[in-house]
């Protein structure tokens, strides 16, 4: 689920709370890290499983519906074609999900069920739901478009879920694009009505992409002055306290790539951080990082420092 910009993101922040906390606790800060970044599992299967709830949400209430005392002809024969979903059937049998959310013991939704039925309630008044349930045919391929759609144009972007998200964990604020968009993919790939068609994805992809959360982080830090001489030099009508801290660590960060990550090519680390300095930066920003850095990597092939190791990596 996680990508190498996220990981590089991750870090970025935990290196800026440890300044703006001035705290020298590696171990402590590189726990936190790990912590934050094992948290969006969570997210993901907070978010994922709100489909399965929506959908026992909705059964719920056409049962209760049905009994009353003076219940409707339409509450008496309900459409069920909502409930009988093939995508939301498959999630709710699906032992994949199951297990990881009695593993890491999520039960967001049964504390605060009042969100789900805020979703629930979002969704009947769409024209999506409109379209989809006045639709009689029953049809694989229609039930995971909408799926995808209640996912992302009502589920995704919901201001209410957002907040709750947010107060819920702050760390979660820019993982939620992140976990979003791996559900959004994954339901793209279902193919088929097997329950077992979901499986919950692995946090890392393999462990080197864990280990390099560890030695980002470490290396940045542990050569901070090394890494912080670098581009002062670079930068004569600057010095250190007016360059903006996010793009002094940016700075670092890549520059330690640059040194200290053999495998990593230069383009990459480049390209990584000018995105990371336009979303999390000042508008200008990349421009300079991108000026520092390009001089550097120049002067570095000069000089002979850039070991990279394998085809393509310059």
């Known amino acids: 689920m996680l990508n190498r910009r996220h990981i590089r993101v991750k870090v970025m922040q935990s290196i800026y709370a440890m300044h703006q906390n001035s705290s020298d606790n590696l171990e402590k800060e590189e726990k936190f890290l790990f912590y934050?970044?094992?948290?969006i599992q969570d997210l993901y299967l907070i978010m994922l499983s709100s489909l399965v709830e929506i959908k026992r949400a909705e059964e719920d209430f056409i049962d209760k519906s049905s009994k009353k005392h003076l219940a409707t002809k339409e509450e008496r024969n309900p459409n069920k074609k909502f409930v009988s979903n093939a995508v939301l059937e498959i999630l709710s049998e699906n032992n994949s999900l199951s297990i990881a959310l009695e593993d890491r013991k999520i039960n967001n939704w049964k504390n605060n069920d009042d969100y789900i039925l805020i979703l629930l309630e979002d969704i009947k008044n769409s024209k999506l739901y409109a379209d989809y349930m006045r639709n009689d045919v029953n049809d694989f391929e229609e039930d995971k478009q909408f799926v995808e759609d209640i996912f992302t144009e009502i589920i995704a972007p919901n201001e209410k879920l957002y907040d709750y998200l947010e107060d819920n964990k702050l760390t979660w604020v820019d993982d939620i694009p992140l976990v979003n968009t791996a559900i959004q993919k994954q339901l793209k790939q279902i193919k088929d009505t097997n329950p077992d068609a979901v499986i919950v994805p692995k946090l890392y992809k393999d462990i080197d992409d864990k280990e390099f959360v560890r030695n980002l982080f470490r290396k940045t830090i542990l050569n901070n002055s090394e890494l912080t001489k670098e581009f002062i030099d670079k930068t004569p009508n600057w010095d250190a306290e007016r360059i903006a801290?996010?793009?002094?660590?940016?700075?670092?960060?890549?520059?330690?790539?640059?040194?200290?990550f053999p495998s990593i090519p230069v383009k990459v680390t480049i390209n990584e951080y000018l995105e990371i300095a336009k979303e999390y930066s000042t508008p200008k920003s990349?421009?300079?990082?991108?000026?520092?850095?390009?001089?550097?990597v120049k002067d570095y092939q000069k000089e002979n420092k850039l070991i990279k190791t394998g085809r393509g990596l310059m």
């Not at 934050?36 to 948290?39: A, G, K, L, M, T």
């Open 245 to 260: 801290e996010i793009d002094a660590i940016i700075l670092k960060m890549a520059i330690c790539e640059f040194l200290k």
């Open 286 to 296: 990349s421009i300079f990082i991108n000026g520092i850095l390009d001089n550097l």
């Open 36 to 39: 934050s970044i094992e948290n």
